[in-house]
């Protein structure tokens, strides 16, 4: 796909980050379970932290095609910055979606400006995978509302400078997905986090539990209006959501493409002195390769541009995305780790890391067996909730 010529430069700004920046310090945000700090403070003086943003308030004003295909760039050195980023830019989506004027000043402004960064806080244990079901409670108080509740999972956790939160409706009722949703500032008295993030993928993402123990938030941080988050959840939240995670594990898909690639070109038998890439049947197993990976990334960014477009069909194209991404990336990561042979089942080796971070797609909230669901109903006109 071409892009257009402002996407091509964003794109191109990005690969110079990720060269300079985030692949000298991928191996280390994976081994050590570290925040890729230099990573996100380079995409933050280089503007992408608003990308996002309208461009009236200083940001780019760009939409799903522009989030999948930086985030697939990051992805292709180090999954875990493409995650940090990528909720990010989610986060900053929801915010803008009906953001008040204060809201522009108080968040997307500095944003933009590269001074703050967000992130969402959605996924609670009771509920797993329906993350449009919360459980954490919110109690209106005038001037501010009380939330508690704990959330899991939430990528940026400590690390982030405001979270964006669910919550039941303060009158209590979650009926057909009727919740809140606010900002809640990182700072605010009353939040705490358990555990550090030492996971089997992803090791990078600080994905943390988020408890609020009677978290006063200002009413002003309220999203829209209590209760109408049905809204969000498939007109904002899923579909930056989703293009984030496909855009993330197309990037996984090719790093695996890519590092088949290079095993086959550069390995030779001592004995006889034929590469790898001379062999039939290695061939026909990089082609298959490159065939899946094309056709991911082909609905990846048509399902982007018609979301972008306003396209009333987009919705199938945007919810099949991240289970395609999700299943090309763990089958090529598959087939790389027996290109590679030997040498990539080495502990901790770069394409043992595509695998351990392919396999978290399919948990990912809304899991691959739940967007399978919801593309049949979307095709169907089957309500999807």
């Known amino acids: ?27 280390e945000v994976d081994e050590h379970c570290r925040w890729p700090a230099a990573s996100m403070a380079a995409f933050a003086e280089a503007g992408l932290l608003g990308l996002q943003v309208p461009a009236a308030l200083g940001g780019h004003g760009q939409g799903l095609l522009a989030l999948a295909a930086v985030s697939a760039e990051i992805a292709r050195v180090c999954p875990s910055s ?20 204060d809201q522009e000043e108080r968040y997307l402004r500095p944003i933009a400006a590269g001074r703050h960064i967000t992130t969402l806080a959605l996924s609670e244990a009771g509920t797993g ?17 009380v939330a508690n509740g704990t ?41 705490g986090w358990q555990g550090e993030w030492e996971g089997f993928g992803m090791r990078g993402n600080s994905s943390r539990a988020l408890a609020l123990d009677n978290v006063q938030v200002p009413a002003a941080n309220l999203l829209g209006a209590e ?41 030779r038998y001592a004995h006889s002195g034929t590469a790898l890439r001379d062999i039939e049947t290695m061939q026909t197993r990089y082609a298959k390769m490159w065939i899946a990976w094309q056709k991911t990334r082909a609905l990846v960014f048509e399902a982007a541009a018609r979301g972008d477009a306003g396209d009333p069909d987009a919705l199938p194209f945007i919810l099949a995305s991240k289970a395609d991404a999700g299943e090309t ?21 770069r394409v043992a890391q595509m695998l351990r971070d392919a396999r978290a797609s399919h948990v990912m909230s809304p899991t691959t067996d739940m967007l399978h669901i919801w593309a049949g109903r979307a095709l169907l006109g089957v309500p999807l909730l």
Request: charged letters at 15%.
């Open 129 to 145: 995978a329906h993350f449009y079901l919360p459980e954490t409670r919110l109690e209106s108080h005038g001037d501010h509302y």
């Open 227 to 267: 209760g109408d988050q049905v809204w969000y959840v498939f007109e904002v939240v899923a579909p930056y959501f989703l293009m984030a995670m496909a855009g993330t594990y197309l990037g996984v898909a090719q790093s695996a493409l890519e590092a088949a690639g290079a095993h086959l070109r550069s390995r």
């Open 1 to 27: 796909m071409i892009f257009p010529n402002e996407l091509e430069q964003l794109v191109g700004l990005a690969r110079g980050i990720v060269e300079n920046v985030v692949a000298p310090a991928a191996a």
């Open 82 to 101: 493409s995650l940090c980023f990528g909720m990010h830019c989610v986060g900053t989506a929801v915010i803008a979606a009906k953001a008040t004027a």
């Open 329 to 349: 990336a763990i089958a090529l990561a598959g087939d790389a780790m027996t290109i590679c042979g030997g040498t990539a089942y080495r502990d901790n080796s």
């Open 151 to 191: 959330k899991q999972f939430v990528t940026n956790g400590s690390r982030a400078d405001s979270y964006v939160v669910s919550t039941l409706a303060s009158d209590g009722s979650a009926a057909g997905g009727d919740f809140s949703c606010l900002v809640v500032d990182g700072d605010t008295p009353g939040i």
